[in-house]
């Protein structure tokens, strides 16, 4: 009875050996090489990460593109504010600079917006500002620019246009507006503008034309006081 027990000692042991052997030589078995990269796989490589960087790029311009827009963007009226009318004015005095032409700068104030704040609240003037801007912008040629320069405060970059052609079209835009109405808890209102003009050419500075024009502007409103502050009528 013990022989077969020392037969299966012996059995084990060689095989604890050979178990042993065989993890020795998987060891010293060099591992396998891994794939190297062929001159074609790597252009490859670089081209789609060339494309994906292209396509970050485009979408960070595209980014930066609508937020320059919205920066030179009224947000109520949606036309160009104080910032991107000044761009434009410059843009368009540059132009007249090197080709020789001519426009005329219209600065616009609404005469009762205050009143009409105060009387029915300020999404009633909102609306006045609205139907203004709108206004303006069916007057004028698609060349042309509409944009607000803060407040009641509008400004019309025209292109074209003589002096007299000028003064008549400030008249027109002042009509128009004046035959506007609104209705506000029951009540009619009207608005009314002034206008301003400065003319514009190869010698004109914007900052300038803006302030002639302004003056301009406030002249035309003190000859407008005698007209009602605001008019309002029952319904």
Known sequence: MKKPK????????TGRKTSASRSKAAAKRPARPARRQTPADA??????????LRSKLKAAERRVAE?????????????PNRRGFERELNRAIAYMKRYRASGALIVLDVDRL??????????????VLKAIAATLTRQVRASDVVGRL??????????NLSETDAKAKAAIL???????????QGRHVAAGASAGVALLG??????????????????????????????????
Request: charge should be negative.
């Open 6 to 13: 020392r037969a299966s000692a012996a059995k084990a042991k």
């Open 43 to 52: 252009t490859e490589t670089i081209k789609a990460t060339i494309r994906g």
């Open 67 to 79: 937020l320059e827009a919205a920066a030179d963007t009224d947000f109520l009226l949606e036309i």
């Open 114 to 127: 205050k009143p009409i704040n105060d009387s029915f609240g300020h999404a009633a003037g909102d609306e």
């Open 150 to 159: 803060g407040g009641d405060e509008f400004a019309l970059l025209l292109w």
């Open 174 to 184: 002042e009509q128009s507006i004046d035959e506007l109405s609104f209705t506000f």
């Open 202 to 235: 190869a010698q004109s500075d914007a900052g300038r034309a803006l302030e002639e024009a302004d003056a301009a502007m406030y002249v035309r409103k003190a000859h407008r006081r005698h007209e009602p502050r605001i008019r309002l009528a029952s319904s």
